[in-house]
């Protein structure tokens, strides 16, 4: 499956974006989906995923209540809507897709084989 991000940008803090990746290769519907962000010289970060059915979400604690993931199989597409951001969001963003991630690999980079190109997220204060 090969994946597309967008959606980045730069945005005051408080502000909201909303990021976009496509799927397209296979049945999206049979993958995990998720969004990890890096920062230079840090390791790839998880931050949210939802399992195949679509019915299970994942967070990064920091992120709760301000992040959410979402996807529409028969779109290919998985969103992640970002409202009340922080400059410690910044960072480039990835979307990921893996088959058959277990619950103990939602979270972790090697629960996915599949990987977008970074959106860069920009928070200014």
């Known amino acids: 499956v090969q994946l597309q991000a967008s959606g980045g940008g730069l945005v005051q803090a408080g502000g909201s974006l909303r990021l976009s990746c496509v799927a397209s290769g296979d049945t999206f519907s049979s993958y995990a989906v998720a969004w990890f962000r890096q920062v230079p010289g840090k390791e790839r970060e998880f931050v949210a995923a939802?399992?195949?059915?679509?019915?299970?979400?994942y967070y990064l604690d920091s992120v709760k209540g301000r992040f959410t993931i979402s996807r529409d199989n028969a779109k290919n597409t998985v969103l992640l809507q970002m409202n009340s951001l922080k400059p410690e969001d910044t960072a480039v963003y990835h979307c990921?897709?893996?088959?058959?991630?277990?619950?103990?690999?939602?979270?972790?980079?090697?629960?996915?084989?599949?990987w977008g190109q970074g959106t860069q997220v920009t928070v200014s204060s």
């Open positions: 939802t399992r195949k059915s679509g019915g299970s979400t």
């Open positions: 990921a897709a893996g088959r058959g991630t277990i619950l103990s690999s939602v979270r972790q980079p090697r629960g996915y084989g599949f």
